[in-house]
């Protein structure tokens, strides 16, 4: 197990909040330099199918020693199958809506390994329809899930790596919308709660560097899951790719795994508050 220390402390900085030791991220002197997560404990909202999933499966090839779903849905075929090859796979019915539930979650995660070292917000939803038409429930509803969800999984779970002396890294799911329109499946609030996501990344980063916490954010394009299974069924799908710019297709939720596996480890030590886009290049929407 990595040690749930206070090597690397800065004296200094230390002094200035008593609060908790300053955890410096900076590697130790026998530290490998190999990307893995092995002796790692991670949990991911939403975990249960679609890119939460695929994230799991990629952090588990990469050694992690636990991971953990916090999932709102019970777990389908897709799952069980993962956890066959991964009997570490394992699944906690969560409502990210909930603080009450993400806390009994994280402490159930810390109860049966004995820590915790990264936290994947990435459960969310859509709806797409003209802007004209939303309703404030309709938003309320979006900014409750993908904003507040978002932000409280992020604040339990750096409670608990201090709680601990864990430097610990939180990855949360944004979005290509958080730049740009997506004239593919429209929707005005859904874009603005993915920019609300990756910008809260850049405050969070900042407040919690000093206790060796990192946080960041990775901006999927279109990647096939339940929530984009329609996009392909447009009549004018061939044509959108055509002029699409970038690569004319949907990713496997996998592909977006290697960039989270990075952020969650100690290989990514320097590198906080940034957001990854990892869309085949979204060109010319
Ligand atoms: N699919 C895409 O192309 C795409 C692109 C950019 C960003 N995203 C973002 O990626 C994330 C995952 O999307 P997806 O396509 O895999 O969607 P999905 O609908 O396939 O999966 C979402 C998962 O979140 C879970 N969930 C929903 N509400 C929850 C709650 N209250 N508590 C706990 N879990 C809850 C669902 O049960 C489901 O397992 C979302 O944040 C989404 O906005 C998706």
Redesign the pocket.
């Known amino acids: 197990m990595p040690p749930v220390a206070t090597e690397n402390v800065a004296p200094d900085a230390a002094k200035s909040d008593t609060s908790a030791p300053y955890l410096s991220t900076l590697p130790a002197n026998d530290f490998s330099w190999q990307i893995t997560l092995a002796e790692k404990v991670v949990a991911i909202?939403?975990?249960?199918?679609?890119?939460?999933?695929?994230i799991a499966e990629v952090c588990l090839a990469n050694l992690a020693t636990n991971v953990y779903?916090?999932?709102?849905?019970e777990p389908g075929e897709e799952f069980a199958t993962l956890q066959k090859r991964y009997p570490n796979f394992q699944f906690i019915q969560?409502?990210?809506?909930?603080e009450e539930?993400v806390e009994k979650a994280i402490n159930h995660v810390v109860e049966a390994t004995g820590r915790i070292d990264g936290l994947v917000a990435?459960?969310?939803?859509?709806k797409h329809q003209p802007a004209l038409k939303f309703e404030r429930p309709e938003l309320e509803q979006l900014f409750n899930?993908?904003v507040f969800?978002a932000y409280f999984c992020a604040q339990i779970a750096a409670r608990k790596f201090i709680e601990l002396g864990i430097k610990g890294s939180i990855v949360m799911?944004?979005?290509?919308?958080s730049y740009r329109p997506n004239r593919a499946a429209p929707s005005a609030p859904?874009g603005a709660?993915?920019a609300a996501?990756r910008n809260m990344c850049h405050t969070l980063a900042m407040e919690w560097s000093k206790h060796g916490i990192r946080v960041n954010s990775i901006?999927?394009?279109?990647?096939?899951?339940?929530?984009?299974y329609y996009v392909e069924t447009a009549p004018d799908w061939d044509l959108k790719m055509q002029y699409y710019g970038g690569m004319p297709r949907?990713?496997d939720?996998r592909e977006l795994g290697g960039a989270y596996v990075y952020l969650l480890s100690d290989s990514s030590s320097y590198t906080s508050g940034i957001d990854i886009p990892i869309a085949g290049i979204v060109g010319a929407w």
Not at 69 to 73: K, W
Not at 219 to 228: D, E, L, N, Q
């Open positions: 909202t939403g975990a249960n199918r679609g890119i939460g999933l695929g779903s916090l999932d709102l849905m969560t409502d990210v809506t909930s539930s990435n459960a969310g939803m859509t899930l993908n969800g799911t944004s979005s290509m919308t859904y709660t993915k996501v901006s999927p394009g279109f990647v096939r899951t339940a929530m984009t949907l990713a939720p």
